[in-house]
């Protein structure tokens, strides 16, 4: 491998949040700040204090980060760009120039380093939740992109919200979507009564192609070494030998990915488990399979549906084709009327509009609210990490979505109805 040669353009960031080329990500670099002088202190972080950023997995999504994050610097959020940490050497050597950064090769040295206050963990599913725990463990609050964890670690998920808890540390889970005001008027309706008593969702996420799963594969010539750290890639996953496709196309992969449900549900359902006030489901089913993509080395599904019943009183039931983006408009039905959501496709961003149709009287349109989140989700997960109060995903809110992912997943995999008891907050399949 060399890592010096220059790479494919990569467009790894999967869901319909916006990514940034490779020329738009280098001129972050004309942009960031020249490193103030950095003064560490203790943990306790004052409103007037500058926080310092590390960055854990700068590849798609990380590169996103690090272009909000230096937004938020531009508009005068006190931030450092701190640190910047990768598997893949040559991610990590261009994220650092571009940043000013520092750079390191293994997550433990990020994470020593007294200068990070806050981390992003921007790695693959199945690195979130043991990064992030060790991230806690070591005195920072924690943004942990989504999946909170992959489909085969609830436990981990569920461990580490009473570890979040005990340590009285902040996390944000990265459904972003959930700090779109949108869903603050979805909210305020169903309490003003709209809809009367929530019987039912329905919604979906459908896009037209396998890009999301097919990740761009920047040096086929890559070997594990110095440069590229197969053994922290693959973390608590089996230890498999090496391949260019796991290491950097894991999307394809069950070890490290689940496919719909677990990439692109957590975007759909969070909002919803958010604006409506729900729990944890009770029951769990799914369907689906490789209905269209069968013609190469993919074990995740491109077709994912699944029901999921809460003991409130409401199913929910969600369902995803990668075959065809042809949009049906998302639905929450109650017992006196229906709230449908308009252009909600990109659920990252929000929806244009909710129709408010009553089961008597005249319908009406209330504005939503559509646009990029992220730096939304960030704005709050900052000001989180100053006050302590608690994120608008904040890790025991987010357990309950990540309840409802591992659940249907394991009702797919193993053919079965997965079950969640609420008293020891398990969950049986
Ligand atoms: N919230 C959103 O809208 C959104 C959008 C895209 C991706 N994501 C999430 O972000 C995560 C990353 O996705 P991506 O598309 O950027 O994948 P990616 O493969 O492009 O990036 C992951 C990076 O992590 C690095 N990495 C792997 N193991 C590591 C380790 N032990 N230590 C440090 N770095 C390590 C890889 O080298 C790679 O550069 C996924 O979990 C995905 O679900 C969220």
Request: aromatic share 10%; with cysteine; charged share 20%.
């Amino acid at each position: 491998m060399n890592p010096t040669a220059p790479k494919t353009p990569e467009t790894a960031d999967q869901s319909s949040a916006p990514h940034l080329n490779r020329r738009e990500f280098l001129t972050l670099a004309a942009t960031a700040a020249v490193a103030a002088p950095f003064v560490s202190r203790a943990r306790v972080l004052g409103a007037n204090d500058r926080i310092g950023v590390g960055f854990i997995g700068t590849g798609g999504r990380g590169r996103t980060h690090l272009a909000v994050v230096q937004g938020l610097i531009n508009e005068g959020e006190n931030l450092q760009m701190t640190a910047v940490c990768d598997a893949y050497g040559y991610r990590l050597n261009e994220a650092a120039k571009a940043t000013g950064a520092k750079p390191y090769a293994k997550h433990q040295d990020l994470l020593a380093d007294s200068g990070v206050d806050v981390v992003c963990v921007a790695t693959p599913d199945r690195l979130h939740v043991p990064l992030a725990l060790k991230a806690i463990q070591a005195g920072k609050d924690v943004y942990c992109e989504k999946p909170m964890g992959h489909w085969s670690q609830f436990d981990l998920c569920r461990e580490f919200s009473e570890e979040t808890a005990k340590l009285k540390r902040i996390v944000q889970v990265g459904n972003q979507g959930n700090s779109s005001p949108a869903w603050g008027k979805v909210r305020e309706l169903v309490q003003q009564g709209a809809i009367g008593r929530l019987q039912h969702i329905q919604a979906g996420y459908f896009r037209d192609g396998d890009w999301g799963e097919r990740m761009p594969i920047p040096d086929r010539e890559a070997t594990p070494g110095p440069e590229l750290d197969w053994e922290g890639f693959l973390g608590d996953a089996p230890k498999v030998p090496f391949t260019v496709d796991r290491f950097f196309s894991w999307r394809k992969y069950l070890d490290y990915a689940g496919g719909p449900c677990t990439d692109l549900f957590p975007h759909v359902l969070t909002p919803f488990v958010s604006a409506l006030g729900l729990g944890y489901p009770r029951r769990a089913t799914a369907s689906g399979g490789i209905f269209k993509y069968s013609t190469y080395d993919r074990e995740v599904p491109d077709t994912f549906n699944m029901t999921l019943d809460y003991p409130e009183g409401a199913s929910a039931v969600l369902v995803c084709t990668l075959a065809n983006s042809y949009s049906t408009e998302p639905a929450i039905r109650g017992d006196e009327g229906t709230l449908i959501l308009q252009n909600a496709g990109g659920w990252e961003a929000g929806f244009d509009s909710i129709t408010v149709v009553p089961r008597k009287g005249a319908q009406k349109i209330v504005p939503g609210w559509k646009s990029e989140s992220t730096p939304l989700h960030w704005k709050n997960f900052l000001h989180c990490a100053r006050t302590r109060e608690k994120p608008v995903s904040d890790v025991e809110f987010a357990l309950k979505v990540q309840a409802a992912m591992c659940m249907a997943m394991l009702a797919f995999l193993q053919e079965r109805v997965a079950h969640f008891d609420a008293a020891t907050r398990r969950i049986k399949c």
